[in-house]
């Protein structure tokens, strides 16, 4: 029996099982700095929820959140006139991916991340200044937050098949300059990897410090490490899969069915006609009750009519959940494209990353080999589309194939699927540290600004004068105070006086003189007299 044959039954058998042990076991496992929230997550409160039943679990009432998505202008475009060859075996005549940036590309073109994003999301993740509307992960961009733009330059992409700008069933053709629609060929999963790919050869990019990604774009994530092992550092995937299952294809059956059902759909080749909007509407209703738990939706909603008092005389939606699934459903109607849902969501069905075993057995085990890089996956427990034991099951083949440098980190977040869009406070501290930690951190990058930042120090200083300069830098470092801590002003020197003093002689200077705390302008003064007198010393490397 092979080895993903005897995981299979492994699996199979365990599961019940497992899942009581689950919260325990992942603790272990987890970022230690995020360990006490590896299985309770309290949201903050708001008033008015019926808790009955939840506060045990360790639930405050949810705060209701939605995601931002924010409208979509300002992206950059890609355009290949070369065919893209499918892994269908299918042709697209021409190759266009919509994209935007946030962050400094740095002189090695090594700090980049590559996010990777849901089904129906643009390239506009956060605001930027081609486009102030907020993004759909805002709270995750920017200086100090999970994607530090002090630190790496984000890229984020509009997937092939979307309608945001890169190559779709909406997109023109370029022989006649309609749309696509149903003459818009198949493509798998792998195929949006290998245009992210292209668009990051066109970039000039050859390896990414990471690849990030959640739903679709954490299947991605999967994808690209073990596609191009050689050319992504890190990966983190969160609320993914290796290999879709019959329970989420099942829900986008349903969606599906719902569009193709539509008078107006007409085959996918609805462009010239009207939009199939009740059908889109029902899909995206349907998606949502996948988005999102009953466990949040019985602490929002409960059984509230959205009007007290008994039903009415009609069959119109009457509670509050199907007010808010009707609201939802609305909101993608002239706002995504049918067409983009029914192809991408296809290509999902189809996704697996599993490879022949030694005795030729499709193994995910054997399809992750190539991904040693260091992973971090992150699954929900309430998650209804993708099932947290999926999750598990890529943190577990990883490791069965041999990658030494898995963290699992388990979410009992109110908010399901949703949760990476909504639960910044649990998600983004485990982001951060698996960006930033080493191996493969962000050491060398805050080298880099260091050694550059030491730099220009040594320009000014020996610019101007020396008591300005003795002056300024004091001025600098203590702002509206009138003191600087004493081991601030000495790691500066060393950095300042770098070729010109000794920093064995910069250390005596400030062990000798039995220095306070925190130093006032008169001390600092005698502190650079002693520097400047040995500089006036032969300097010996």
């Known amino acids: 029996m092979s080895l993903c044959a005897r995981n299979a039954i492994t699996t199979a058998r365990g599961r019940v099982a497992a899942h009581a042990k689950v919260a325990a076991r992942t603790a272990r496992r987890a970022i230690p700095a995020l360990a006490s929230t590896q299985t309770r997550i309290a949201l903050s409160p708001v008033g008015g929820n019926n808790l009955s039943g939840v506060q045990g679990r360790g639930f405050a009432a949810v705060v209701e959140k939605e995601p931002e998505y924010g409208n979509v202008t300002g992206y950059s475009l890609f355009q290949s006139k070369d065919p893209f060859r499918l892994k269908t075996g299918a042709d697209l005549p021409q190759l266009e991916i919509a994209y935007e940036t946030w962050g400094d590309l740095n002189a ?127 990966f ?31 085959g996918g080749d609805y462009y010239d006609g009207k939009l199939p909007a009740a059908g889109l509407r029902l899909a995206r209703e349907i998606g949502t009750i996948t988005y999102r738990s009953g466990k949040e939706w019985q602490m929002r909603f409960g059984q509230k009519r959205s009007e ?66 260091p992973a971090l ?52 501290p485990a982001v951060k540290g698996h960006l930033e930690q080493e191996p493969g951190g962000a050491m060398m990058l805050w080298q880099d600004q260091a050694d550059t930042t030491s730099r220009v120090l040594r320009s000014l200083l020996a610019r101007g004068s020396s ?18 801590e004493v081991h601030a002003l000495h790691r500066v020197c060393k950095n300042a006086f770098e070729g010109r003093v000794k920093a064995e002689k910069i250390d005596s200077i400030f062990l000798n003189k039995d220095l306070p705390q925190m130093i006032t302008m008169d001390t600092w003064k005698g502190i650079w007299q002693a520097i400047e007198e040995s500089e006036r010393e032969v300097y010996l490397p």
């Open 467 to 484: 008591a300005d300069a003795m002056r300024d830098m004091f001025r600098a470092m203590s702002g509206k105070e009138e003191v600087v």
């Open 108 to 234: 090695r073109r090594d700090n980049v991340i590559l996010l990777q994003c849901g089904m129906s999301a643009s390239s506009h993740a956060a605001s930027n200044t081609r486009n102030a509307a907020k993004g759909w992960w805002e709270e995750y961009i920017g200086p100090g937050k999970p994607l530090d733009t002090n630190l790496f330059q984000i890229i984020c992409t509009n997937n092939l098949g979307g309608c945001y700008g890169s190559s779709g069933p909406s997109s023109k053709h370029p022989v006649d300059g309609k749309p696509y629609g149903s003459r818009f060929p198949r493509f798998l999963v792998q195929d949006q990897v290998a245009a992210q790919f292209e668009l990051l050869d066109y970039l000039g990019i050859k390896k990414v410090h990471a690849c990030v990604g959640a739903s679709l774009g954490g299947m991605q994530s999967v994808c690209a490490a073990a596609m191009f092992p050689d050319r992504v550092g890190k």
């Open 377 to 428: 996956v992150i699954g929900v427990q309430h998650d209804v589309l993708f099932p947290v034991w999926q999750q598990k099951q890529i943190a577990d083949c990883l490791r069965a194939s041999g990658n030494k440098s898995v963290a699992y980190y388990e979410l009992d977040s109110v908010y399901g699927h949703d949760a990476f869009l909504l639960d910044k406070a649990c998600i983004g």
């Open 308 to 373: 007290p008092g008994l039903p009415g005389a009609g069959l119109a939606p009457e509670f509050m959940i199907e007010n808010y699934l009707s609201h939802q459903g609305g909101k993608w109607v002239n706002n995504y494209d049918p067409n983009s849902m029914l192809w991408i969501s296809k290509a999902m069905d189809s996704f697996s990353m599993e490879k022949p075993d030694a005795e030729g057995n499709p193994c995910l085990t054997a399809g992750l080999s190539a991904a040693k890089q």
């Open 236 to 266: 983190v995937s969160i609320s993914a899969a290796a290999k879709s299952f019959p329970g989420s294809m099942a829900f986008r059956h349903a969606q599906r069915r719902a569009i193709m059902s539509d008078p107006n759909w007409n």
